[in-house]
C-alpha cells in the first residue's frame, strides 16, 4: 500500500501533479516507481520547452522496462529537476517532495479536470 498525498491530482498515466498558483510541478506515483523497479535512466526537457497535455515529455528506464512519461498540462518548463536526471536511482526516495519531475507555467488550469483525486487513483492502481 503506497501513500497518495490529498493535496495532489493524478492522472491514468501515473503522473501526479501539485498546482501552486499557475505552476504545475509534475512527477510520477509512488506506484508507477514500484511498477518500474530500480530506476537507472531519466530524460527531461529543458528550461524553456513547451509541453503538451497527453504528449511525451521524457522517458524513465529501469531494469526492466523504458517507459514514456506524459504531461498532464500544457505550458512551459520552468524547471527540470536536473538532480534526478544525475542520479536517477534516488527517484523513489521522496516521489512527491525532493524527487519531481518538471515545474511547468500552465496555459489553461481547466485541462485538469479529468484528474483523478488520491482516493480514486489509490482506488484505481490498488483496487480498494
Do not use: C
Not at 490529498?6 to 512527477?27: F, M, P, W
Not at 504528449?55 to 522496462?65: H, L, N, P, R, Y
Not at 506524459?70 to 536511482?89: K, M
Amino acid at each position: 500500500m503506497f501513500e497518495y498525498p490529498e493535496d495532489l491530482k493524478y492522472t491514468d498515466s501515473h503522473e501526479y501533479i501539485r498546482l501552486e498558483n499557475n505552476i504545475a510541478t509534475v512527477g510520477i506515483t509512488a506506484f508507477a516507481i514500484d511498477q518500474l523497479g530500480d530506476i537507472v535512466f531519466l530524460d527531461l526537457p529543458e528550461a524553456g520547452t513547451k509541453v503538451e497535455k497527453g504528449q511525451t515529455f521524457g522517458t524513465i528506464e529501469s531494469v526492466k522496462a523504458v517507459e514514456d512519461i506524459y504531461s498532464p498540462v500544457t505550458g512551459t518548463v520552468i524547471e527540470a529537476n536536473t538532480t534526478l536526471v544525475d542520479e536517477p536511482e534516488n527517484i523513489a526516495t521522496d516521489p512527491y517532495g525532493a524527487s519531481w519531475l518538471l515545474k511547468v507555467s500552465i496555459e489553461d488550469e481547466s485541462e485538469l479536470s479529468d484528474t483523478l483525486s488520491a482516493s480514486a487513483y489509490s482506488e484505481k492502481v490498488e483496487g480498494k
